[in-house]
């Protein structure tokens, strides 16, 4: 395993009632005894990077705990493009024969949903990380962990707790959306899924058969069966807070440096994306509260570019997305320009890594380091055109592939045309001759656009809208 580095080393279990413990690390050892209800914790002193160390704890019994590596451990979650494993992304083989990292750690929570905060998650790891485990394991975290070995001398230690298709509400406690009465309309969307279950069950099962007759058709008749495809959610898995009760809360006694966070599919249907900004922001102050280290960094995926169709609102979450970095300690790795439009589960997820580790590596780690694409600070007019300003964006503004895409403009009406773009040093202006006095302006404002704004660092632009 991976214990934090730099932080007080929290080892707590469950012993007869009364019966004494004591735990042994590093040359240090602590006593406590277990309460009435055979709860125990102790805590040691801070300990730097380095191992292998051996942990032990006796009572009436022994435990020995051995290659015990000291470092920084991160945790990773979200939905199915935080749980794709190495096994699926592009070049997975060569991906996998290379993972021989033997100081990253794996630790896998299973999937489950609980209706109240569980002290315990079952879970596969810790594990070495090299050809034999990583392939099931998270590609994108995965990836982000191998960047930071290679730059940091410290061991890595990666949890990883996700499940595919899930809402950001199941991974937010209930007493944190219980607080704001804004948040009410979770708790009306859970309840209208919850009057069609007995439905959406018969419906899943249907087409589960009829996968299955294809799926025998294709084989008698020696051609490529059809692909799964997409089902109806048949387990509670939205139930809000019912997978941060299960995946996320046991975790939260146990140390970290910070997380990692790859969701939002799921919440951008048009019921929901307006309450994401709200909802993504009130999850990582609940985290943050739960574990009790104060603004620890928190890294989050912006939305990818896919053809999602209609009804949906990624325009919108992607924004939501981006405002939740007025958050202390939030970096965002922007990936507009690497989705697959017709797969909403992109292959490439080494730069997706790559993207969260250079913002881990400048927010948790204090290198001098571009780590993020321009993004939107303010729009001012200008004689019938209006100036956009960029963050970001000290390196130059470049248009990759010819003449700058995706910029609209509306009046006040806010009825938006196409604009035409130019670059000015760090900033960008936009005007259409069909909008005299334009007020608002807006960026890569579709499920799947055209745009091609880059730093000069090679990071695209995030989508945006200045209303």
């Known amino acids: ?40 914790s102790v805590y040691l002193a801070p300990a730097e990077a380095g191992g292998p160390f051996a942990l032990s704890v006796k009572g009436t019994s022994t ?13 990773a979650s979200g939905q199915s493009n935080m749980e794709m494993p190495v096994s699926r992304v592009a070049n997975a083989d060569a991906e996998i024969a290379t993972a021989k990292f033997p100081r990253i750690r794996l630790f896998q929570v299973e999937r489950k949903v609980s209706d109240y905060p569980m002290e315990d998650v079952t879970a596969r790891g810790w594990s070495i990380c090299d050809p034999e485990t990583v392939g099931k394991f998270s590609a994108v975290a995965y990836f982000f962990g191998r960047d930071l070995t290679e ?77 799964r495809g997409w089902f109806p959610n048949e387990s509670n898995s939205w139930m809000p807070a019912g997978l941060y009760n299960a995946m996320i809360n046991p975790l939260t006694r146990f140390p970290i440096r910070g997380a990692i966070w790859y969701q939002g599919e799921s919440n951008t249907s048009p019921e929901r994306a307006p309450l994401y900004a709200r909802l993504f922001q009130t999850m990582i102050r609940d985290w943050r509260s739960a574990w009790g ?19 949906s609102e990624w325009p919108e979450v992607r924004d939501a997305q981006r405002q939740t970095l007025s958050l202390s300690n939030t970096g965002m790795a922007i990936i ?6 017709k797969d909403i589960h992109p292959k490439n997820k080494q730069d997706v890594g790559g993207r969260l580790a250079l913002a881990a590596r400048a927010i948790a780690y204090g290198e001098k380091v571009e780590y ?32 700058l895409k995706g910029f609209e403009i509306a009046a006040a009406d ?18 259409s001759a069909a909008v005299s006095a334009p007020k608002h302006v807006r960026y ?19 989508p945006f809208r200045s209303e």
């Open 1 to 40: 395993m991976v214990i934090q580095r730099g932080l007080p080393v929290h080892i707590w279990g469950m012993a007869e009632p009364g019966e004494t413990v004591s735990v042994a690390f590093r040359g240090e050892t602590r006593s406590t005894a277990a309460d009435t209800l055979g709860r125990w």
């Open 63 to 75: 435990i020995e705990l051995n290659d015990v590596l000291v470092g920084d451990v991160w945790v």
């Open 151 to 227: 730059r940091l001398d410290v061991p890595i230690g990666l949890m990883e707790a996700d499940w595919g298709g899930t809402p950001a509400d199941a991974w937010t406690s209930l007493h944190a959306i219980g607080q704001d009465a804004a948040l009410m309309p979770v708790f009306a969307e859970w309840a209208r899924m919850n009057d069609s279950r007995s439905t959406v069950i018969l419906e899943r099962r249907k087409r589960q058969q009829e996968w299955e007759r294809a799926v025998a058709k294709a084989k008698a008749e020696g051609t490529k069966p059809p692909e």
């Open 293 to 311: 280290q104060g603004d620890f960094p928190f890294l989050f995926v912006q939305l990818a570019n896919f053809d999602s169709g209609p009804p």
């Open 336 to 341: 507009i320009d690497i989705g697959e439009a």
């Open 372 to 403: 993020s694409g321009p993004l939107y600070r303010q729009v001012t007019p200008e004689q019938g055109a209006l100036r956009v300003w960029f963050d970001h964006a000290k390196s130059g503004l470049n248009a990759k592939g010819g003449g």
């Open 414 to 431: 806010g009825k938006f045309v196409p604009a035409t773009a130019r670059i000015d040093g760090g900033t960008v202006v936009v005007s």
């Open 444 to 462: 890569a404002w579709s499920a799947n656009p055209e745009c091609n704004l880059y730093n000069a660092d090679g990071l695209p632009a995030s």
